[in-house]
Each structure stands twice: as C-alpha cells, then as structure tokens.
C-alpha cells in the first residue's frame, strides 16, 4: 500500500528524523491559511505540493513555490484538479519553503535476494533515482543491515561519509538509522527520502546554518503485514484506490488485473497461477490473477465474477476451483446466481474437483454450464472460446 508524503512525513516524525513541518489542504482557501501561517511565522517562501501516489510531481507541475498569500492561493488553485498521471490532485502540502544547498537520495528497501533491508545512497538526489543507476551505477552506494543487528552506527557513519555527506555525517547517520528503524516498525517494503537535503537555516539566534532535512518521503506498506497494523489502515487514500481494488479488498477477493483476455477464477494462489501457465500453455493470456480465497461463499464467487467481467477484455472465462474448505455445490450456485446477473454474455468454462464435486457437477449440469474434467481442457476450451469470441 502506497501512502502520501504527508502520511510518510508523519509515520518518519515518529521515529525521530528532522522533517519540516507542513499543513495540508484540500481548497484553495485552505492553502492560503497555511500559507499565512508559515510566512507570519518567518518563512520567505512557501512551497505547495500535490499529494498524490505517483513520483516525478516536481517535473509534472505539481510541485510550486510562492511567495505570498495570494499567489500560494493562486498556486494552490492550479494544483488541486490538476491531472498528475492519470490521477486527480484533491490535495496540497503546504510548508515554508526550504532553501536548498544541495540533494541527496537515501532509500531503505528490500533486497529479497539477500533477504536483507538494503540501504541505498547517492549524492545525485532530486532525480529519479533509476534514471542514476541506468546511467551512473557508481554514483550509488549500497549497504546490508543485519537482520539482527540492525544497521550498525559505523556502517551508517559509512554510508554518509560514500554518500558525499562528511560534513553533516552525524546528521546522516542517525537519519540513515531512522529510516531503518521506520523500515523495521511498520514493515515497509520501500521508505524513499529523495531529496534528503541540506537546507540553509535561520536558527532562533538569527545566525544562518545548514541543516540536513527530508523534503520529501515516500513509503510503501506491505499488504500483507498491514494486518500487524490495523493503525495504519486509516492511512490508505481511497480517493486514489481504484474501484476493482476496492470492491476485491471488501469481499476478501486477491485479485490483480493483467492484460490478456481469459478471465480466470480460482481458489489459492499456487493453483491460480498454475491455471495462469496452463491458459498461455495452451496459447491465451489470463485477463487477471484472483484467488477467491478458502470456503468461499456463494456471494463471494459472484462478486469475484462481477470483478472479472468488469474488464471489458474479458472474452472467456476460466473457473478452476479445487475443494478443500471451498465447497463445490457453493462455488457451482455462486457461479449460476453470477450468470443470472451478468450483464454480458461472455462464455464460462468451469471445472470444479474436490469437496462436493459430484453436487456441482449436478447442478451445473442442470444450468447448462460448460464443464471440463481436466485442468488442461479447461485451459484449451477457454482458449478456444476467448479466439471464438475475438472472431466474432
Ligand atoms: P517529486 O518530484 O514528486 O519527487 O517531489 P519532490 O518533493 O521531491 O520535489 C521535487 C523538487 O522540487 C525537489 O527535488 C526540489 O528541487 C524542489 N523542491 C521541493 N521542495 C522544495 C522547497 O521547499 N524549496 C525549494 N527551493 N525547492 C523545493
Ligand atoms: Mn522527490
């Protein structure tokens, strides 16, 4: 699960790393308040920013300084209903901004080959950073954390000092600590800090310093560890989750479109992505991976069949299920109350083995639904009527 800058910035506060404080707004209006607050408090400047999940807003526009009330409200006013990627802006972070003396990259991830969290590092920070390692590899430094041990204060002193970061590597070190930290706690997959700068400050007594901030943050969950967090299931932004996601997230349905034309229903991941070979085996492409998941209920094979003809690709279907806890005759009525809504006549290939499979044999059977015995016939007919479909 992908969350905004302000909601990463949060999750980053919580574990000690220096983050400029910022406001969010969801009007024009809003932003303008925000932008008073932060210039009667001393800022010169401030810098609004579209909160949406995708990279790059700096060069899509998203990202705008101004000067004063009226033109942050005037910035803001362009930002929000901007189109950044395919996405809507609904939102605005709105801080002072900082005066920037340099960017550096610094990024906690996963490498599952290692099976370690991979710190990477860079003094070619504000660019995409794939666009550095395509180009310049060495301009990238890499470090393992123990699993156990954690990442080590001479392996981050390390890492700032590689990194270009001499002067401020006590700064770098801790931050590079915390972001392992923040890794470790909320099991992230990715916790992004590009750009870690550093800015030039006025302190209390007047006299400028520099200081080594994150500007930005972007942090990515693991879906699957989200339930060790229920806290942060409230940090989801549905304004931006797609309806299929949505709809399969509520019914208990792991379903991940793809691009091909057979829509496949099964239940458990091995088996689904099994069903997947076979279909290209036998020369289709699966329209989506979706497991309906153990005992699925009648309701949930309907829903799961409503997601998959939602995708106007979809020229056949593939039913697969193996009954163990799911129960045959359950997915055989889900299926047949499925058809009686389907909206589209969009042919069905159902082979049911296991729990009860006599009982759904029965019963599809008596609604007249195409039937297979073996998992490759399955996969030959639905090819065969998703190229029938496209001919017609
Ligand atoms: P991204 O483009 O989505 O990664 O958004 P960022 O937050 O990283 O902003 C993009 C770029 O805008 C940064 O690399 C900076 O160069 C610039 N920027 C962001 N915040 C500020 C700020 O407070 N002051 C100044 N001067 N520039 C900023
Ligand atoms: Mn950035």
């Not at 401030?46 to 705008?64: M, P």
């Not at 666009?131 to 470090?143: D, F, T, Y």
């Not at 590597?169 to 972001?179: D, H, T």
């Not at 996601?245 to 479109?257: P, Q």
């Amino acid at each position: 699960m992908k969350i905004q800058e302000a909601d990463a910035k949060s999750l980053l506060l919580a574990h000690g790393l220096p983050v400029p404080s910022w406001e969010v707004a969801r009007t024009a209006g809003e932003a303008r308040a925000a932008a008073e607050r932060a210039l009667t408090a001393g800022a010169e400047r401030v810098v609004i920013k579209a909160q949406v999940l995708v990279g790059g807003r700096g060069k899509a526009g998203g990202v705008k300084l101004a000067a004063s009330a009226d033109e942050a409200e005037r910035v803001a006013g362009a930002i929000l209903g901007m189109d950044i990627k395919g996405i809507t802006v609904r939102k605005v972070l709105v801080a002072a901004a900082a005066d920037i003396v340099a960017e550096f990259y610094l990024a906690a991830t996963i490498d599952r080959h290692a099976k370690r969290v991979l710190l990477l590092g860079s003094a070619e920070g504000g660019v995409e950073i794939e666009a550095v390692a395509a180009e310049h590899p060495e301009a990238i430094v890499a470090i393992h954390a123990h699993p156990y041990l954690g990442l080590l204060d001479g392996e981050a002193r390390r890492l700032a000092f590689d990194m270009g970061l001499g002067g401020h590597w006590k700064a770098a070190a801790s931050i590079a600590r915390g972001l392992y930290r923040t890794m470790v706690a909320f099991d992230a997959d990715l916790v992004e800090i590009n750009p870690l700068a550093i800015v030039r400050e006025r302190g209390p007594d007047g006299a400028i310093a520099e200081r080594l901030v994150c500007l930005d943050a972007k942090i990515t969950l693991d879906d699957s560890a989200l339930p060790r967090h229920p806290e942060l299931e409230a940090l989801r932004d549905l304004d931006e989750e797609n309806p299929a996601d949505a709809a399969a997230r509520a019914e208990g349905i792991t379903f991940i479109k793809l691009d091909g034309t057979i829509g496949c229903m099964v239940n458990g991941a091995g088996l689904a992505m099994t069903t997947m070979d076979l279909v290209k085996r036998a020369g289709g492409e699966p329209a989506n991976f979706l497991d309906i998941g153990g005992g699925a209920r009648s309701e949930r094979v309907a829903a799961a069949m409503r997601l998959i003809l939602e995708d106007p690709k979809v020229t056949a279907i593939l039913v697969n299920i193996f009954g163990g806890i799911t129960r045959g005759d359950e997915v055989a009525r889900g299926l047949i109350e499925a058809r009686a809504q389907q909206t589209r006549d969009v042919p069905m290939i159902v082979r049911i083995v296991g729990t009860n499979a006599l009982e759904a044999a029965q019963l599809l059977h008596e609604a007249r639904f195409v039937t297979a015995a073996s998992l490759d016939e399955a996969a030959t007919k639905a090819v065969g009527a998703a190229a029938a479909g496209a001919a017609a």
